[in-house]
């Protein structure tokens, strides 16, 4: 079983920064994928950014320039820095680590941008 712990949302002014962190425990394959992804009430959950095992990044079109994604494999730990948000990235964040077409999802941490 695979477990996700996600810490870091919370409320940040728009042009401030904060930093997302997610934890994986369990059974994790090695060559993985690990992911932050958002949602809005009444739209789809859509990826803000992703990152495998061997450092490749990609990343959503209304946060590039402005939020990085970082992992450290060694703990399982994937991190989402975002600078400068604006109040349409306010979200509930959700962390994923994934293989071979196999998700696990932590349960959402909740993002609030707004002065």
């Known amino acids: 079983q695979v477990q996700l712990v996600e810490s870091g949302g919370g409320l940040v002014q728009p042009g401030g920064s904060l930093r997302l962190s997610c934890a994986a425990y369990g059974s994790i394959f090695s060559d993985n994928t690990m992911g932050w992804y958002r949602q809005v009430p009444g739209k789809q959950r859509e990826l803000v950014a992703d990152i495998t095992s061997a450092g490749r990044t990609n990343y959503g079109d209304s946060v590039k320039g402005r939020f990085t994604i970082s992992r450290d494999s060694a703990k399982n730990t994937v991190y989402l820095q975002m600078n400068s948000p604006k109040p349409e990235d306010t979200a509930v964040y959700y962390c994923?680590?994934?293989?071979?077409?196999?998700?696990?999802w932590g349960e959402g941490t909740l993002v609030t941008v707004s002065s």
């Open positions: 994923s680590v994934g293989w071979y077409g196999m998700y696990y």
